[in-house]
């Protein structure tokens, strides 16, 4: 059975004062993860899984939906330099906001299909890509389409390195959702750049990597 606090915590999140209680519904998730009782990983095992490909030649972090940018928080120590698109207006100035403070970081607003090319070909080093910039409900964005996944794929294959790993949240909705592509469509379009790598899925996560990356 599938608990309410993700979606406890997603109508909560505007409210002021949100902070002091989101430790506790992220342990409770974390909980019901650890049991096997919760399908969708919680925050803490994303940020786990983005934490597995940092290392000394991949110190860049890039980000699609950047929401409230809590995943940003739990990330940033370990990075260089990161950047986050986001298609809200709002929730873009909301996440400058709460990082203006740290100049590593950088909030991008606008479409993720559009964005993340240029902003990967003026980069041009390696990076850990986490792509969320999904259409989720009312607290977000509608782009023209409710995901630019196969965009956002796409263009992180036409102007990244051969050294970035891809991330995808959601994984479970790929092929199942009318709105999301096939695995089978994003393992060919991978396939079709990057010879060499690799699509797997793990805790909901598509990865696009090298082999050799784990």
């Known amino acids: 059975m599938r608990s309410v606090i993700p979606f406890l915590e997603y109508y909560l999140r505007p409210v002021p004062g949100f902070g002091l209680v989101q430790p506790v519904l992220d342990a409770l998730q974390l909980r019901r993860w650890n049991l096997h009782l919760e399908p969708t990983p919680p ?9 597995r490909f940092a290392s000394p030649r991949r110190q860049a972090f890039v980000e699609t939906g950047t929401f409230y940018g ?3 928080q739990l990330v940033r ?9 986001e298609l809200s207006p709002g929730l873009a100035r909301r996440a400058a906001r709460r990082f203006a403070s740290e100049p590593r970081i950088h909030v ?15 980069l041009a ?13 009312p607290l977000t964005a ?18 990244g390195t051969p050294e970035d790993v891809l991330l995808a949240d959601d994984a ?4 199942t959702d009318p709105a999301y592509p096939t695995l089978d469509d994003v393992r060919a379009l991978v ?17 696009a990597a090298r082999r050799d990356d784990r």
């Open 172 to 175: 479970r909705l790929l092929g």
């Open 70 to 72: 809590d995943l940003l």
């Open 125 to 137: 080093r390696p990076a850990v890509l986490w792509l969320d910039g999904h259409y989720s409900g």
């Open 43 to 51: 925050r803490a095992v994303k940020a786990d899984l983005v934490l």
């Open 142 to 159: 509608r782009g023209a389409t409710d995901t630019p996944l196969l965009r956002e794929i796409d263009s992180a294959l036409r102007y």
């Open 108 to 122: 991008h607003q606008g479409d993720s299909g559009e964005l993340l090319g240029p902003l990967l070909r003026e």
């Open 191 to 207: 396939r079709a750049r990057r010879g060499d790598w690799d699509v797997t899925v793990e805790c909901d996560v598509l990865k």
């Open 77 to 85: 120590d370990r990075f260089e330099v990161l950047h986050s698109i």
